[in-house]
């Protein structure tokens, strides 16, 4: 892919997008497409420019294509899966781990990884 990544209004179901809000990055699959719309779960937005519908400007939210924006969302994840608190119980241990082996995963894909001499 490249930077720019698929154009908003050619985006067809089962493709990624990253919806981008005031501080938050998320990767999701497009679930349908009308032709002036793309449906994620409940959520609208517009073919035209990937804005959500009905959002305001304060809490605007829109879709992108572009590498940076997917690592940014797979860099969110990261943050996101390592600010869970652990308690010293087995259960969450494992939980833990599994958690640290999705973010090694998504740090790899973004060449943040940086491997122990």
């Given at each position: ?10 985006l ?99 060449g ?6």
């Amino acid at each position: 892919m490249s930077d720019e990544g698929i154009p908003i209004a050619d985006l067809k179901p089962g493709d990624r997008v990253v919806m981008c809000g005031r501080f938050a990055y998320s990767i999701w699959r497009v679930d349908r497409v009308t032709e002036t719309q793309i449906i994620i779960g409940t959520a609208r937005f517009r073919r035209k420019d990937g804005l959500r519908v009905g959002a305001t400007g304060w809490e605007c939210q829109r879709l992108e294509t572009s590498a940076r924006a997917f690592t940014l969302a797979k860099k969110s994840t990261v943050e996101n899966l390592l600010s869970v608190r652990i308690e010293p119980t087995r259960a969450s241990i494992t939980a833990a781990r599994k958690r640290l082996d999705v973010a090694e995963a998504l740090l790899r894909e973004c060449g943040e990884w940086k491997d122990e001499p």
